[in-house]
């Protein structure tokens, strides 16, 4: 199995840290960012694995060649001169997954005890496009979903609720957690170029009437590490 980490961004609200490594390389618990991602996703099945870089992104290569890729079979990288935000970096990437088979996507600064094989498993058996691991939580950028877990809007700050598609049923509003499954054939519906919210894609597809499902994962051990006092063990 393939997958996807995300490890470009500059990581500002982690200054200080983040003047001298990538946000990939800050530690919690004595392991880098990028080490416990890793081996989540190893534990899920994967085997290859690409990671975008920019931000200090030379000294990711050093690392894990250090570390023997923490066993992976493959590792590749993803160079963004200029940074592709998620939807740019995943269709920029697209060439890596060659082999018509369903993938996961993880953010480098995402720490989560998330069953990523359940979800996995979910995506499969659903057909769907796209399905991200959602929880109830409070954000400030919440994603709606109907009753049959289709994708239908997002609230954005400044900008309130858009609804792309008529709900089935009541909505609930959930929190992306920053992990997700995709199905390869999403790169021939990407019309967005650039650097680009996977988010704006996700919106513009499920409005179209693709699948973008959610996966809940509520009761799941989750912290985003966007902040110094994040780091530290779930």
């Given at each position: 199995?393939?997958?996807?980490?995300?490890?470009?961004?500059?990581?500002?609200?982690?200054?200080?840290?983040?003047?001298?490594?990538?946000?990939?390389?800050?530690?919690?618990?004595?392991?880098?960012?990028?080490?416990?991602?890793?081996?989540?996703?190893?534990?899920?099945?994967?085997?290859?694995?690409?990671?975008?870089?920019?931000?200090?992104?030379?000294?990711?290569?050093?690392?894990?060649?250090?570390?023997?890729?923490?066993?992976?079979?493959?590792?590749?990288?993803?160079?963004?001169?200029?940074?592709?935000?998620?939807?740019?970096?995943?269709?920029?990437?697209?060439?890596?997954?060659?082999?018509?088979?369903?993938?996961?996507?993880h953010n480098v600064d995402v720490l989560s005890d998330i069953d990523l094989g359940a979800l996995l498993a979910a995506h499969r058996n659903s057909g769907a496009l796209a399905?991200?691991?959602?929880?109830?939580?409070?954000?400030?950028?919440?994603?709606?979903?109907?009753?049959?877990?289709?994708?239908?809007?997002?609230?954005?700050?400044?900008?309130?609720?858009?609804?792309v598609q008529t709900p089935h049923g009541k909505t609930v509003s959930l929190g992306f957690c920053g992990i997700q499954a995709v199905s390869p054939a999403i790169f021939g519906k990407m019309s967005e170029t650039g650097a680009f919210p996977l988010a704006e894609a996700y919106l513009r597809l499920a409005g179209a009437g693709e699948a973008i499902l959610a996966h809940r994962v509520d009761g799941a051990k989750w912290r985003d590490c966007g902040r110094p006092e994040d780091l530290r063990p779930l």
């Open positions: 199995m393939k997958a996807m980490v995300f490890a470009a961004g500059r990581g500002t609200r982690l200054q200080p840290l983040t003047d001298t490594r990538p946000k990939a390389l800050v530690e919690v618990a004595g392991r880098t960012l990028l080490e416990h991602v890793l081996r989540r996703l190893i534990e899920a099945g994967a085997t290859e694995v690409i990671v975008n870089l920019h931000h200090l992104g030379g000294q990711i290569p050093p690392f894990l060649e250090k570390h023997k890729h923490f066993g992976l079979r493959r590792v590749a990288y993803s160079q963004e001169p200029t940074l592709l935000d998620t939807g740019g970096g995943l269709k920029q990437a697209a060439w890596f997954f060659d082999d018509g088979n369903p993938f996961l996507v399905t991200l691991a959602v929880m109830a939580r409070t954000t400030e950028r919440p994603l709606y979903f109907d009753t049959e877990g289709r994708l239908v809007g997002r609230r954005t700050p400044g900008k309130g609720d858009e609804f």
